[in-house]
């Protein structure tokens, strides 16, 4: 399917609005995103994830690193700890993702 600017169909999060922190892990190497829509960060920062993308793009997650938000690929973070067990199960639609301009 055509997913426009979006990298999946479908995500996980903690709560209907993926607001809540799924975890927290610290990064294993340096990381510099593509574009905007990625967050960037250096080997043993602290990242928050808030949710997970699944179907397509299973590899990307979407967490804050300081005040910047944006996409990182999952394997380049060693989880320390989980704030929620729970995963909804939810679309990627416009509504509920965040933007970047």
């Not at 975890?23 to 250096?42: E, H, L, S, W, Y």
């Not at 067990?85 to 509920?96: A, G, I, W």
């Amino acid at each position: 399917p055509d997913l426009g600017r979006r990298f999946a169909e479908r995500k996980r999060c903690a709560d209907l609005e993926c607001s809540m922190l799924m975890c927290r892990g610290k990064a294993m190497r340096d990381f510099k995103g593509p574009d905007c829509r990625f967050v960037n960060f250096k080997k043993g920062e602290a990242v928050y994830v808030y949710y997970k993308l699944i179907g397509e793009s299973t590899e990307l997650w979407a967490g804050s690193v300081g005040s910047d938000f944006g996409y990182f690929p999952k394997d380049l973070l060693e989880i320390n700890h989980n704030y929620s067990n729970e995963e909804l199960e939810l679309p990627t639609d416009v509504s509920l993702t965040w933007v970047f301009f």
